[in-house]
């Protein structure tokens, strides 16, 4: 007869990962699970801008492969506040009774996003719309896994990556290497910084997987979420070859000044720095998201 003294799988470092690819804005949504335990990555609220409507289809289909596998939901985690698409984390955070963290730098960009829509005194830029803010080399915990924070700012002054086992959750920090690197002209990016997170990306143990935040395949190719650190630096095409810190800012900036903004900038913004949760209805029941005049973008 035999005894299961041992445990019968390893202790989470190597979890699974299933990737969510968000079709409409080129985000991946990612569930990281061991065991019964699993940690939800970026989720997508569903947002269509001529119409105004928003759903919960893509967040639907998280849900149902965390209940198919009767998995519990730990945490729900933000790499940063996206400005390109909706975040679906209040929404799972209510279905699946899980904490949501992101940045602790979130309390900058709320700052200037509270300022720019011109939020009245209900609306705290301090973080309380989190249940925690993250710093650089906080851990926490999801059953026998556990989630290492490493601070990646640069694109925005929020950015992580997120360390589970042998998985590394990069955020916008890089892209797949043939489309390089993330934007640094929002309000706080800062390409030197991006550059010294990128370097800290490229020092994890070399079998270390790394999964995009993002993919803008070019023609021909399917998305692909995962990729390896010697292939970002054998290949990226802005940080690759061993590119010097000048030689990147240069470039990043050069680039940056040719970018619009994202489509969806203003309604993400809106509702990411509120941890997902839309404002609440006007008197008639209707909600509203606010559209500042004349200030993204470049002069005409
Ligand atoms: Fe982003």
């Known amino acids: 007869m035999h005894r299961h003294t041992s445990k019968a799988t390893t202790d989470g470092d190597r979890p699974r990962v299933k990737a969510f690819f968000h079709q409409d804005s080129s985000t991946f949504t990612y569930v990281v699970h061991h065991a019964d335990s699993a940690v939800i990555i970026d989720p997508v609220l569903d947002y269509d801008a001529p119409s105004a409507r928003t759903s919960t289809t893509s967040a639907d289909a998280v849900i149902a492969y965390i209940r198919d596998r009767k998995l519990r939901a730990a945490w729900i985690l933000e790499t940063h506040a996206h400005a390109d698409h909706l975040s679906a984390g209040s929404y799972l955070r209510s279905t699946l009774g899980a904490p949501m963290a992101i940045g602790a730098g979130i309390v900058q960009i709320q700052k200037h996003f509270k300022s ?24 926490l915990v999801a059953g026998e896994m556990s989630v290492r924070v490493l601070a990646t700012p640069g694109h925005t002054q929020d950015g992580l990556t997120y360390l589970i086992g042998d998985a590394a959750f990069v955020g916008d920090t890089v892209f797949a290497p043939e489309t390089g690197t993330a934007r640094c002209d929002f309000p706080g ?17 070399a079998h270390t997987r790394l999964f995009l935040c993002h993919d803008y395949p070019p023609p021909g190719r399917s998305e692909a979420a995962q990729c ?36 969806l900038i203003l309604p993400a913004l809106q509702v990411n720095i509120q941890g997902g949760r839309l404002p609440l209805p006007a008197e008639n029941g209707i909600t509203y998201l606010k559209l500042p005049l004349n200030q993204m973008g470049p002069k005409a």
Request: proline share 8%; charged share 25%.
């Open 228 to 263: 390896s650190i010697a292939a970002q630096r054998e290949g990226n095409v802005h940080v690759g070859h061993n590119t010097m810190e000048a030689e990147f800012i240069a470039l990043r900036r050069a680039r940056d000044a040719t970018l619009p903004p994202p489509r």
């Open 116 to 139: 720019l829509f011109n939020l009245g005194d209900d609306f705290v830029p301090d973080g309380r719309q989190f249940d925690r803010l993250l710093q650089d080399g906080d851990d």
């Open 189 to 205: 990016g800062d390409p030197a910084r991006l550059y010294h997170s990128i370097q800290k990306i490229f020092a994890l143990p």
